[in-house]
C-alpha cells in the first residue's frame, strides 16, 4: 500500500467515525485517534522531510487535505452533538409549570381607604389641599362655631361622646373648617378626611365611622360649582356613566342645604329588583350646602365678597355599596377574611 | 309627620300618584322616609247587614254568618263573635287586595263556603281595634259600597321633617307646602262651634315663669257628653297619623295637634283647683303621670298646676288624676307654647318623649295657638256636644310679629348660580304666606310667624332656590386659584401604608376606645383619656397604643381560624394631659368658646393626640410553598419592617412590659426614640387569647418614619468590585450589630457593603463563643489587586480584634 493510499485509508475511517461520534466526549476521543500528537496521519506528516521532493510535494499536499477535511467532518458533526446534547438537557430540566411559583404575597388596603385616597387623590387634583386635625375635640369647633350652641336641638340629632368638660370625640369633620378658615384669608380649598364618632351601634351604624368634608369658600362661588364638583367626583368614584341629583335639605352650617343623590351605578335605575339601590334608582350619597353666612362671620370672613360651599360624604357607606358589603360592622373588626377581599 | 293622602286631600286638590308625590315632595321639599297603606287597597268593600248569626257546626271558635248586600244574600264564615241579626257591617269582596298585599279569595272553612269578610277597624285601617267587627250605625245603608261614607284604604307618607320645619308637624303645614310647590290653592277648615256655656273666668290664670311659657290660652268646654267616642272619621285619621283613639275628647286635642301641629291639652275642670298656675317646678316636688311613672322634678322643669298641686310637666305629658275621662263633662282646654330648648331639656333629663314635646322643643309660633282654639272647640261642640265658654283667658304679653327681610335677585343668582325671574321670586314667597313689596330691585318679603326659619337673606334664596327647582341648576366647575396637594407628613403616612400593604401586610381600621383591662393587660401605666358616657363598659378607655387592638383582632382571626395573619393601623393614640390647675378655667373658656387668649391652644385642650404605625405579625405570617420554608411571626420579621419604615434606625434592647424582655428593642431614628418592635410577652399574649403563638409587633411615630428617603445620587466608577468572605469567633454577649457599625465606621474605606450571613454558636465552636461570618464587599478607583483586597480584609480584622477581641475562625 503506497503512502498515499494509506492517507486515503485515515481519511475515510476517520470520516465514518466521525459519522458515529454519538457525542462531545466520543468527538474528541476521535480527534485525538486521527489528528492527536501521536495519531498515524501526523507521523506521515512528520516524516515528510524523508521523502523525495515529488513524494513531499504530493503526500503533502494530501495529508493536509485529508486533515482540514477530517477537521471539517469533526465541527460539523460536533455542533449536530452539540445542538442535540443541549436539546436533551433542556427536556431533563423540564418543570411542571402548573406548580405555584415562589410568593410574593400582596396585602391589602382598608377599603374605606381606598374611597379615602380615590377621594382624595380626584380633589388634589382639582386644586384641593387636605386638612386632618384632632379627633377629641372643643365643644366650640365641634357644635358652636357651627351655628350648634348649647341646647340647640341639633345636638340631640347626633348621639355625643363626652370626653371631659368641654371635650367630645368630634361627631363630625366639620370642626376642621372652622379650623382651616380660622387659619388663613380666602381662597379656601380644603378636604378633611377622618374618623368621627357617635354614641350608635346596629348593622348600619358603628359608633366610630370615616367622613371626608370639603370646603370651598372664594369669591363667586354658586351652587352650580357644588354640583358640578360633587357630580365629577361621583363619575370619578362610581363610573363615567352616573349622574347626581340634589334635593333640599338642611344642616345647621349650610343654607341653602342640599342632599346629594347618585344614580345607581349597577342598575342606573332600571331594575327594580336591584340589589344595590333597592330598585330606587338612586343612591344617598352626601350632604351639601353653601356656607352659612353666620359661619363666615363666625371665622372673620365677610360674607358680602366671598361665598362657598361644603359638603360632607360617608367613604364607609361610599365603599359599602362600590364592594356591596351588607354590614358596616365588618370594617372595623380586623377581620382577615374581610379585608383579604379589597 | 304621617300624612294620610285622604286627609290631605280635604286641604287642596291634586291628581298624583303616591310615587309621584314622593319624588316631588323630595325634590322640593322634604324627604319621605316611607309609604304606607292601610285598609283595603282596591276591590270591593260594602255595607251588609246580617241576617242570621250563629256558632260553626264543624269549628268551636268560628261563627258563621248570613249576610244581605242589599239585594242578595251571601254565607261568611267569622272568628269574631260580636255581629247579632240586624246589625250592618262593612264586607270586603272577594277579590280584593288588603294592605299587606294578600287578595281575598272566596274560600271553605271547616267545610263551609264564605264569600268575603267582615271586617274590623284595624282591617279597614281605622283603628288597632281588631277585637270584633266593626258595627256600622242605620246611617249607612245597606248595599252602598263604604267608601261613599269613608274611605276603606289609605296610603300615608312619613315625611322625615327637618328640624328647622315645625310647621310642617302639622297636616295644614303639608298642605300649604304641597300648595306651593305645585302653585295650586289650598283651604282650612273654617272654625265654628256652639258658644254659652259655662265661663271660663271661674278659674284663675297665672303664668309666674313668663321665660318659659310665651302664650298660654285658657278655654272653657263645658255640657259635654260623657263616654262619648270620636267619630269615625276622626278616629281613622287619628290611627292613619300614627297615634291611639282614646276618647272623644282627646282625640279631638290630638286631632288638631295633626292638623296644625299646636299640641293641646285637656283638663278635667272638676278636678281643678281654682285655677292654672304656669309656674317652675320646686326642688323635690314629685309628680305621676299617666304612664304610671313618679318624676322628682327641679327648678328647671315647666309644671302647669292648679293652686294645689302640679298637674302636667308642661308639654311632656300629664298628672293621671287631673285628666279628662269617660265621665267629663266639663273641660278646661289649654293651647299654649313652650319655650323650646327648655322643653328638650326636660325630655332628655326625664327620658321622656312625646308627640306633643317632639313638637314644642322645635318652638312653635304663638300666633297659630288662637287658630287651633277654635279648631278644637268646634270639634268638641260637635260630636261630644259640648258648649264654648264665651271667654278665653289668654297670657300673651310680647305678641309676635311678623318681621320683613329683604332678598336680593343678584344674590339670590350668586348663591343658587341660575337665574332667577322676579316674577318667579315673588310668586314663590308668596305661596309660602309671605308678603312680598318692591323696592329698587329689591324685594321685601313680610314672614309669616308660623316660618321662623326664614330670618335672614340666605333662607329666603334658599325657598326661592329649591321651589323653582335645585335641578335646573346647571354643573359647572370653579376656577381653583391654587395647586393642590398632600402635605410632607400626609405623603409620608400614605407611603407608610402602600409599603405596608405592598409587603403583604393588611390594613386594619379598628375602635380606638377599649377596656380599661387594655392598660393593665399590656401593664402599661394608666394615663387614659376616658370617656364619659361609653356605649358599654368595655369602651370607655381611649387607646394609648396601636398594639391591643390589633392583638383583639388578631386573637379574632386566630379564634375564626386563621393560621396567622399580618395587621397593621395608622391612628392616633391619646395621651391625658390635663391643664394646671391654674389653667382649667381658661381651658374650660377655650373648649366652649375657642377664646384662648394668650395660652397656646395645645396647653388648653387636655388630650394631647400622637399619630402612630402598629403592626401586628400572629402565627405563621406567611405559610409553606413547596419550594420555600414558612415564615413564622418573629422579633427579625418585625424587625425587617422597621428598618423598611426607617432607614438607618437603631435598635437598643429596652424593655416594656408588655414585650419579651429578651427579644424587644427600642427604635432610635436619629437621637429620637420612635417606638419600639419585639415579640409579645407571652404572659401578655395570653391574657389577648394568643396563648402558644408566636406574636411580634412594633409601633412607631408616623412622623419619625421615612419610608421613602430622598435619593442622593453617588458616583461609581466602572471597575468591578470584589467580594471576601470572613468568618470570626467572638464571645457570645457581643452584640453583632455593634461590630457591623465599628466596620461601617472605618475611615479611608474601599469597603462598599458588609452583610451578615451567618450566626452560629454550638459545636464546634467553643462554648460561650459564637461564629459570625461577614460578607464584604471592595470596591476602588481602579481594579483591585490581591494585596490591596487583602490589606482591607486585614484592616477591618484588626479593628474587629482590637474592639471585639475576635478571632479568625479556621
Ligand atoms: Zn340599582
Redesign the pocket.
Known amino acids: 500500500m503506497t503512502v498515499s493510499e494509506r492517507i486515503e485509508q485515515l481519511k475515510s475511517e476517520a470520516l465514518s467515525a466521525v459519522a458515529s461520534g454519538a457525542s462531545t466526549a466520543d468527538l474528541e476521543d476521535i480527534r485525538v485517534r486521527f489528528l492527536g500528537r501521536s495519531a498515524e496521519l501526523t507521523e506521515i506528516k512528520k516524516s515528510i522531510g524523508t521523502l523525495s521532493p515529488d513524494e513531499r510535494k504530493e503526500i503533502g499536499r494530501s495529508s493536509n487535505l485529508a486533515s482540514r477535511e477530517i477537521e471539517a467532518a469533526l465541527g460539523s458533526r460536533a455542533e449536530e452533538v452539540a445542538a442535540r446534547e443541549q436539546e436533551e438537557r433542556l427536556q431533563a430540566e423540564a418543570a411542571d409549570v402548573t406548580l405555584p411559583g415562589v410568593p410574593f404575597p400582596r396585602g391589602h388596603l382598608h377599603p374605606s381607604q381606598i374611597v379615602i385616597d380615590d377621594v382624595i387623590d380626584f380633589f388634589v387634583g382639582l386644586g384641593y389641599r387636605v386638612a386632618e386635625g384632632p379627633e377629641v375635640e372643643t365643644d366650640y369647633y365641634n357644635f358652636t362655631a357651627l351655628g350648634i350652641p348649647p341646647g340647640h336641638p341639633a345636638r340631640t340629632m347626633q348621639d355625643t361622646f363626652f370626653v371631659d368638660d368641654g371635650l367630645v370625640l368630634r361627631t363630625q369633620t366639620s370642626p376642621m373648617q372652622i379650623r382651616t378658615m380660622l387659619a388663613q384669608e380666602p381662597p379656601v380649598y380644603v378636604v378633611c378626611p377622618g374618623r368621627t364618632y357617635r354614641r350608635d351601634s346596629d348593622p348600619t351604624h358603628t359608633p366610630m365611622f370615616h367622613q371626608i368634608e370639603g370646603l370651598a369658600v372664594d369669591r363667586g362661588l354658586t351652587l352650580g360649582h357644588l354640583k358640578g364638583t360633587l357630580g365629577a367626583m361621583a363619575r370619578h368614584v362610581f363610573g363615567e356613566g352616573v349622574e347626581i341629583r340634589v334635593r333640599p335639605s338642611y344642616f345647621q352650617f349650610t343654607e341653602p342645604s342640599v342632599e346629594m343623590d347618585v344614580s345607581?351605578f349597577?342598575?342606573?335605575?332600571?331594575?327594580p329588583h336591584?340589589?344595590?339601590?333597592?330598585?330606587?334608582?338612586w343612591l344617598e350619597m352626601l350632604g351639601a350646602g353653601m356656607v352659612d353666612p353666620g359661619v363666615l362671620e363666625e371665622v372673620g370672613y365677610d360674607p358680602e365678597e366671598y361665598t362657598g360651599y361644603a359638603f360632607g360624604m360617608g367613604p364607609d357607606r361610599m365603599a359599602m355599596v362600590k364592594y356591596g358589603v351588607p354590614d358596616l360592622r365588618l370594617f372595623f373588626e380586623g377581620d382577615l377574611r374581610f379585608l383579604r377581599q379589597f | 309627620m304621617r300624612v294620610p293622602l285622604s286627609w290631605l286631600h280635604e286641604y287642596l286638590d291634586f291628581d298624583l300618584r303616591a310615587d309621584e308625590l314622593v319624588d316631588l315632595f323630595s325634590l322640593r321639599s322634604q324627604e319621605i322616609d316611607g309609604v304606607y297603606r292601610l285598609g283595603v287597597i282596591e276591590g270591593e268593600v260594602v255595607i251588609g247587614e246580617v241576617v242570621e248569626f250563629g256558632p260553626h257546626p264543624n269549628a268551636d271558635r268560628l261563627f258563621v254568618a248570613k249576610v244581605d248586600l242589599g239585594g242578595r244574600e251571601v254565607q261568611i264564615v267569622a272568628g269574631a263573635q260580636n255581629p247579632r241579626p240586624g246589625v250592618r257591617v262593612p264586607v270586603v269582596l272577594p277579590g280584593s287586595v288588603m294592605s299587606d298585599g294578600t287578595t281575598l279569595k272566596k274560600a271553605k272553612l271547616r267545610g263551609l263556603e264564605s264569600y268575603g269578610m267582615m271586617m274590623s277597624e284595624r282591617e279597614l285601617g281605622i283603628s288597632a281595634d281588631h277585637g270584633g267587627i266593626l258595627l256600622l250605625d242605620d246611617s249607612h245603608e245597606v248595599g252602598r259600597p263604604v267608601a261613599e261614607y269613608f274611605p276603606v284604604g289609605e296610603t300615608v307618607l312619613d315625611i322625615d321633617v327637618t328640624p328647622n320645619r315645625p310647621d310642617l308637624w302639622g297636616m295644614i303645614g303639608v298642605a300649604r307646602e304641597l300648595a306651593a310647590i305645585l302653585k295650586t290653592e289650598y283651604r282650612i277648615p273654617e272654625p265654628s262651634f256652639a258658644t254659652g256655656g259655662k265661663p271660663t273666668r271661674d278659674f284663675g290664670l297665672r303664668v309666674e315663669a313668663e321665660d318659659l311659657c310665651p302664650r298660654y290660652d285658657l278655654r272653657r268646654i263645658s255640657d259635654l257628653e260623657p263616654g262619648q267616642v270620636a267619630p269615625l272619621w276622626m278616629r281613622r285619621r287619628i290611627y292613619a297619623g300614627g297615634m291611639r283613639p282614646i276618647n272623644a275628647i282627646v282625640d279631638a286635642t290630638n286631632y288638631v295637634m295633626l292638623e296644625t301641629g299646636q299640641p293641646i291639652h285637656a283638663f278635667d275642670a272638676v278636678r281643678v283647683r281654682e285655677g292654672i298656675v304656669v309656674r317652675r317646678g320646686r326642688t323635690r316636688e314629685k309628680i305621676t303621670l299617666l304612664d304610671g311613672s313618679t318624676r322628682v322634678l327641679d327648678e328647671e322643669v315647666l309644671v302647669i298646676a292648679d293652686e294645689e298641686r302640679g298637674l302636667v310637666i308642661a308639654g311632656l305629658m300629664g298628672a293621671e288624676d287631673a285628666e279628662v275621662g269617660e265621665e267629663t263633662t266639663d273641660a278646661l282646654i289649654e293651647v299654649a307654647t313652650f319655650e323650646g330648648r327648655n322643653i328638650l331639656q326636660t325630655s332628655q333629663k326625664l327620658g321622656l318623649r312625646t308627640d306633643a314635646s317632639g313638637r314644642f322643643e322645635r318652638g312653635l309660633d304663638p300666633n297659630m295657638v288662637a287658630y287651633a282654639m277654635d279648631r278644637v272647640s268646634a270639634l268638641l261642640t260637635q260630636a261630644p256636644g259640648g258648649r264654648s265658654a264665651d271667654d278665653t283667658l289668654s297670657h300673651y304679653p310680647e305678641p309676635v310679629e311678623p318681621w320683613r327681610v329683604p332678598l336680593r335677585l343678584g344674590r339670590a343668582e350668586l348663591l343658587l348660580g341660575m337665574p332667577v325671574q322676579m316674577e318667579e321670586a315673588v310668586e314663590r314667597l308668596e305661596a309660602l304666606g309671605c308678603e312680598v313689596e318692591r323696592e329698587d330691585g329689591e324685594l321685601w318679603a313680610t314672614v309669616p310667624t308660623f316660618r321662623r326659619d326664614l330670618r335672614r337673606e340666605a333662607d329666603l334664596v334658599e325657598e326661592v332656590g329649591r321651589l323653582i327647582g335645585l335641578d335646573r341648576v346647571p354643573e359647572t366647575l370653579p376656577a381653583v386659584p391654587q395647586t393642590g396637594g398632600l402635605t410632607e407628613g400626609q405623603q409620608r403616612t400614605r407611603l407608610l401604608r402602600r409599603l405596608l400593604a405592598d409587603l403583604g401586610l393588611s390594613e386594619a381600621i379598628t375602635y380606638p376606645f377599649g377596656p380599661e383591662r387594655w392598660t393593665e393587660d399590656l401593664g402599661l401605666e394608666d394615663g387614659t383619656v376616658r370617656l364619659e358616657n361609653p356605649l358599654s363598659a368595655e369602651g370607655g378607655h381611649l387607646r394609648t397604643s396601636i398594639l391591643p387592638g390589633l392583638l383583639d383582632a388578631t386573637a379574632r382571626n386566630r379564634a375564626f381560624g386563621a393560621r396567622g395573619g399580618a395587621l397593621f393601623e395608622v391612628g392616633n393614640v391619646f395621651f391625658a394631659d390635663v391643664p394646671q390647675d391654674e389653667l382649667r378655667e381658661a381651658a374650660l373658656r377655650f373648649r366652649m368658646t375657642g377664646e384662648r387668649g394668650v395660652q397656646e391652644a395645645g396647653r388648653l385642650m387636655g388630650v394631647r393626640e400622637v399619630s402612630r404605625i402598629g403592626v401586628v405579625l400572629g402565627g405563621t405570617v406567611r405559610p409553606a410553598g413547596w419550594n420555600v420554608p414558612e415564615v413564622r411571626a418573629g422579633f427579625f420579621e418585625a424587625k425587617g419592617l422597621v428598618e423598611r419604615l426607617v432607614p438607618g434606625a437603631r435598635f437598643v434592647p429596652a424593655t416594656r412590659p408588655y414585650l419579651h424582655p429578651g427579644r424587644s428593642a427600642a427604635v432610635l431614628a436619629g437621637d429620637k426614640e420612635a417606638g419600639w418592635v419585639g415579640e409579645l410577652h407571652p404572659e401578655v399574649a395570653g391574657r389577648f387569647g394568643l396563648d402558644g403563638w408566636p406574636v411580634a409587633a412594633l409601633e412607631l411615630d408616623t412622623a419619625l418614619c421615612q419610608p421613602a428617603p430622598e435619593p442622593r445620587f453617588e458616583p461609581f466608577v466602572n471597575v468591578p468590585a470584589v467580594a471576601r468572605d470572613l468568618a470570626v469567633l467572638v464571645e457570645e454577649r457581643i452584640p453583632v450589630g455593634d461590630m457591623l457599625r465599628s466596620v461601617r465606621d472605618l475611615p479611608g474605606q474601599l469597603l462598599t457593603e458588609v452583610r451578615v450571613f451567618d450566626v452560629y454558636a454550638g459545636s464546634p465552636v467553643p462554648p460561650g463563643q459564637k461564629s459570625v461570618a461577614f460578607g464584604f464587599t471592595f470596591q476602588g478607583g481602579k481594579t483591585l489587586t490581591d494585596e490591596e483586597v487583602d490589606a482591607e480584609v486585614w484592616r477591618v480584622l484588626s479593628r474587629l480584634e482590637d474592639e471585639f477581641g475576635v478571632r479568625v475562625r479556621s
Do not use: I, P, S, T
Open positions: 345607581c349597577v342598575c342606573g335605575g332600571r331594575d336591584c340589589k344595590v339601590c333597592k330598585g330606587a334608582g
